[in-house]
């Protein structure tokens, strides 16, 4: 899996040491409901389609750059459905990171679901009540985005409170 090169530049002065990073994460609907998934290629996993935004980068506009990336989907981020932080998590290489996760659902308006890149061993469209084995993060994101509200989530210590 090949990180960003800015990423790697970063890791050259910092070695393993916790990052905080900003990520973005898609909770792609199709027009029957499916969600579109991602089979992880660095730990075997399904998981949301997301990654690492570049510096300087606008979080939907990455957003869509990463699914198009991993999944040869185009789509159009529709609404920021959660704002969270993800456990400190630690990469089979010995880096260590932190994400502030932006988490979109979003519309696909074109292509087709395949394994477009090396980050991925499957990608698949599931229907809500047939999903894969997710984490729980992953789950409650995904749960958050489907329950249809029109307002963000912004996660305190676990408990989703709703902005006002």
Known sequence: MAIPSFLADLRAVVGTRPLWLSGVAAVVVDDRGRVLLGRRSDNGRWALIGG?????EQPAEGLAREVMEETGVTVVP?????????SLLHYPNGDRAQYLDLTFRCRPVAGEARVNDDESLE????APDALPDLDDYALRRLKTALAGAERTVFDFDGEGLSAS
Request: hydrophobic share 50%; glycine share 12%.
């Open 52 to 56: 690492i935004l570049d510096p300087g």
């Open 123 to 126: 990608v698949g469209w599931f």
């Open 78 to 86: 529709e609404l920021l459905t959660s704002v969270s932080v993800s």
